[in-house]
């Protein structure tokens, strides 16, 4: 697991991101930090459309991001929302996570509480790359 430092800079950066969210539908603004290996943070929003299925969740925007970037290999993620309890990623995003080696997930809300966890907790039978299984 990263260190409380990371963590704590991983919630800022998706908290910034946050501000950027979409959301005139659901009004649940959502802000994700994903950390790469060497060391890179990149933010996303949730971005939603009137045609709700094209909506993307900010987990996989950041993700998305640092891909398109020429980033695949990452060590965290955190995922922050106004809920009572931690945001929880939907199951799209977890298989997402799964398909780049994303373990640890950083779940957070805007009262500060924060639930570390690891993706195999969240989704233990994940389809996993081909190479890895
Ligand atoms: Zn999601």
Redesign the pocket.
Known sequence: MINEDTIDTLIRTAKNARNNAYAPYSKRAVGACVLTSDGTLYGGSCIENSSLSLSM?A??VAIFKAVADGKNTFDAIAVVADTEEPFV??G??LQVMAEFGINDVIMANLDGDIRPTTLKELIPYAKIKESEE
């Open positions: 969740c987990e996989r990623p939907c799209a995003c």
